[in-house]
Antibody
Framework: QVQLVQSGAEVKKPGASVKVSCKAS????????MHWVRQAPGQGLEWMGR????????NYAQKFQGRVTMTRDTSISTAYMELSRLRSDDTAVYYC???????????WGQGTLVTVSS | QSALTQPRSVSGSPGQSVTISCTGT?????????VSWYQQHPGKAPKLMIY???KRPSGVPDRFSGSKSGNTASLTISGLQAEDEADYYC????????????FGGGTKLTVL
């Protein structure tokens, strides 16, 4: 069965960077885009970007351009999302989600809480 | 402010039907048949309930249905059950020259 397992919670200081991992299993990793979506406490979902695990090509939401980097390691079926120059309003749960045809998400990771606090 | 507009809350009694709207523009909801809906219970990851405007993934009850008219998509839940109480989010493809994907702000469904 398809599973996306994310790395554990992180606490970071403002200005630092965080790198969240998402290990995929149960399907061909290179066959589906991996998207990243975040959710601030008590807030809605926000799309951050996506990576093509086959080519490594990426597309980022304009809001995060210059601060986010999405990468992958096909040898271990793992996608990564790194966010730099963290601010307090980056405190959120970060999800990876497998992109199906038509930009919908049938499978999600369990989420990774990133807390930014001095 | 979210790109897609949803009501903040809706409510209904068990057995009743409710409809949640999701209003966008001709650049997202109105321009593509790539609207999806997600159910999210507290502390859990979102769950896909509807995709491609009106298709249901296997395992989702047929009490859940989706539709679209112009720039507004809708999720209807009939025969409300207590376990339907959750947050619901709409999502739309927005084209490769803009944001690619936009979400609604979410709607809290309360089953009275």
């Amino acid at each position: 069965q398809v599973q996306l397992v994310q790395s554990g919670a992180e606490v970071k200081k403002p200005g630092a960077s965080v790198k969240v991992s998402c290990k995929a299993s149960g399907y061909t990793f290179t066959g589906y885009y991996m998207h990243w979506v975040r959710q601030a406490p008590g807030q809605g979902l926000e799309w951050m970007g996506r990576i093509n695990p086959n080519s490594g090509g990426t597309n980022y939401a304009q809001k995060f351009q210059g601060r986010v980097t999405m990468t992958r390691d096909t040898s271990i079926s793992t996608a990564y999302m790194e966010l730099s120059r963290l601010r307090s309003d980056d405190t959120a749960v970060y999800y990876c989600a497998r992109g199906e045809d038509g930009y919908n998400y049938g499978y999600w990771g369990q989420g990774t809480l990133v807390t930014v606090s001095s | 402010q979210s790109a897609l507009t949803q009501p903040r809350s809706v409510s209904g009694s068990p057995g009743q039907s409710v409809t949640i709207s999701c209003t966008g523009t001709s650049s997202d909801v109105g321009g593509y048949n790539y609207v999806s809906w997600y159910q999210q219970h507290p502390g859990k990851a979102p769950k896909l309930m509807i995709y491609d405007v009106s298709k249901r993934p296997s395992g989702v009850p047929d009490r859940f249905s989706g539709s679209k008219s112009g720039n507004t998509a809708s999720l209807t839940i009939s025969g409300l059950q207590a376990e339907d109480e959750a947050d619901y989010y709409c999502c739309s493809y927005a084209g490769s020259y803009t944001s690619y994907v936009v979400f609604g702000g979410g709607t809290k469904l309360t089953v009275l």
